[in-house]
């Protein structure tokens, strides 16, 4: 199917031309894309459940409540900082300042609550506006110059490092004690509760999807039938439903997933849905061609740089309400890897234009599994390494495996 | 098209006309004063060796090159054409050999890329895209040109040479274009996939639009335009109604070859075709 499918050569016989029924449907593209390798949701969902059924059976604490909610927590922060990278990689750039800008910008945030007496608001504010900056700052330079952002965010990931030191000051450390920012990976929803935001989310899914149906079917296009909405909307309320009930057996549902959720969705419209998302993959597809199309390209490049310094700063400001403090050593170890592999291994393309922000959460969860895994089992940080590198590697070999495959299966 | 046809969009206004465009770089005169125009509903072939100036001319069209003399008339009216953005608010639309299509988007996506349909939303970049309008209006118009694709929902890096081409002309359409510049279209294009793109030529100027096609291949410019305008040395070698002319009268204005030395003529530009 996908050989004949992915090269249709013109029929020399005048074949009607295509009405719409007779165009794939939407079950038909689904399985098109799964066998050439691109639906990386799936594969990397397949890849998820073997992660898990192997630590599982080597550690039985794993798949236990207790635990999941420590995964939770513990992607919270890396999957922030991955929603960015995404939108930079789809953009074909990529930005090694993100980890030490995530730790600056939390310094800024625990200096100012902690030490100068702000309030919560503004002290996260002030972090997102410090990371708003940097992002302009850096995107400014690559536009400006002409400069790879490789270039311009290593020297970013070196300069940001000595201005975390500077903020710091002498004792190096901060601790975090404003209950509003403690909260913020601190608070779990528990019964009553988490069960609504189950339903809503559930209820906002079913409601958009008939609404995208409703809107299909009104221009005259093939839309999913009632039964594949259906399908879509139950599995949906599985795994909310089953989420909650699991969580809901230790602390609950932690305020730190629901925040990142949330923003996976938000940039998930964002990239799939609106103009703005639509001009970031244009111009990772192909630069040239979206400058001729009337896109500013350098603007839209600015402004995923700023993003994903804000995003960065986010995931900073989750992660010391976790650690309850801000040390020198925030933002760096093995963070930046964590946050490029996890979209990486969940299919978004280092070639750029290719990818989905789910990628970012799903990514974590592979790579947040992984981590949490071998620490239950106690293995040394040797063979923790050099695994996560294996599997960053694979991932990296998998994309670059796609991207020739439809080098050779494009332009006849 | 039938002589009598021509005929009568020879009494037309042309749509587009060039009037002693001179376009210098440095001390190289790429165009000596240049008149050009095409008609609505006529598909014009320019032509010339390498260097005759063909895509300079083109440039002048489609707005990327200010002309140092010469007029840039369109509808009748003399514009002040300062710009790519400036000749595609005009009108004029230009196809590029590399197609500037982007490989991993479908094929709405790229028939719409800069100028998406977007309703509701937040208003500005956060405006929501309208996909089934875009969707539906690009099935539409494929239909309308008979442009054969799987999916208007596949991705148009997995589209053969031909399907490509097609469906960067068809982008040339949604801006209301009145004037499609087509820039080598069948280029690197197999003998079936060559077919399919000059039967679309076709249908755009059964849509009464004004083509002009730029080609090294004689026999694609035979069977598709009307007109060819000949360029030498950055100069008009002639103009040549296709129903009037034959390949050896075009092929000696473009190598500079007297017309008429019978085998001489037709033997030397086939062999400079071949030096290319």
Known sequence: MSTAAATPEPSATPAPAPAPEQRPDGRFAVLHRVAQGELGSLRVLIGLVVIWAIFAIANERFLTATNLVNLSLQIAATGMISIGVVLVLLLGEIDLSVAIVSGLCAAIMAVLVEQHGWAAAPGIAAAIAAGAAIGVFQGGVVVRFGIPSFVVTLAGLIGWQGALLLVLGSTGTVNITNPAIVELAGKFFTGATAWIIAAAVVAAFALSSLDARRRRLRAGLVAATPVVVAVRVAAVAILSFGVVAILDEDRGLPLALVILIAFVVVFDYIVRRTRFGRHVLAVGGNAEAARRAGIRVNRVRVIVFMLASVLAACGGILGASRLLAVNQSSGGSDLLLLAIAGPVIAGTSLFGGRGTVWSALLGGLVIGSISNGMDLLALPSSTKFMVTGAVLLAAVVVDAAARQRRQSAGRV | ?276
């Open chain 2, 1 to 276: 098209m039938s002589a009598t046809e021509h005929s009568a969009s020879d009494g037309r206004e042309p749509l587009l006309a060039l009037r002693g465009i001179v376009k210098r770089f440095g001390a190289v005169q790429a165009l000596g004063g240049v008149d050009f125009d095409v008609r609505p509903g006529e598909v014009v072939g320019l032509v010339g060796d390498n260097g005759a100036g063909k895509s300079t001319l083109v440039k002048v069209m489609s707005g990327i090159y200010l002309p140092d003399a010469g007029e840039y008339r369109f509808d009748g009216a003399v514009r002040h054409v300062r710009g790519p953005g400036d000749a595609t608010a005009l009108g004029v639309a230009t196809v590029y050999q590399d197609l500037a299509l982007c490989d991993n988007l479908d094929v709405v996506a790229n028939l719409f890329v800069g100028r998406e349909t977007a309703s509701g939303g937040l208003g500005g970049w956060l405006r929501a895209l309208d996909e089934p309008a875009m969707e539906q209006q690009s099935a539409e118009l494929l239909q309308t040109l008979t442009v054969r694709l799987p999916s208007v929902r596949q991705e148009v890096g997995l589209l053969s040479g031909g399907q490509r081409q097609s469906v960067a002309i068809a982008r040339s359409l949604i801006g209301e274009a009145k004037v499609v510049l087509l820039d080598e279209p069948t280029a690197a294009l197999g003998v079936q996939q060559t077919a399919q793109v000059l039967a679309l030529i076709k249908r755009l100027r059964e849509q009464g639009l004004a083509v002009v096609v730029i080609s090294h291949n004689l026999a694609d410019v035979f069977e598709v335009v009307d007109r060819i305008f000949v360029l030498r040395l950055g100069r008009r070698a002639g103009v040549f109604e296709v129903g009037a002319t034959s390949h050896e009268e075009v092929v000696a204005a473009i190598t500079g070859a007297e017309f008429g030395r019978g085998g001489d003529g037709a033997g030397q530009p086939s062999s400079a075709e071949a030096a290319r």
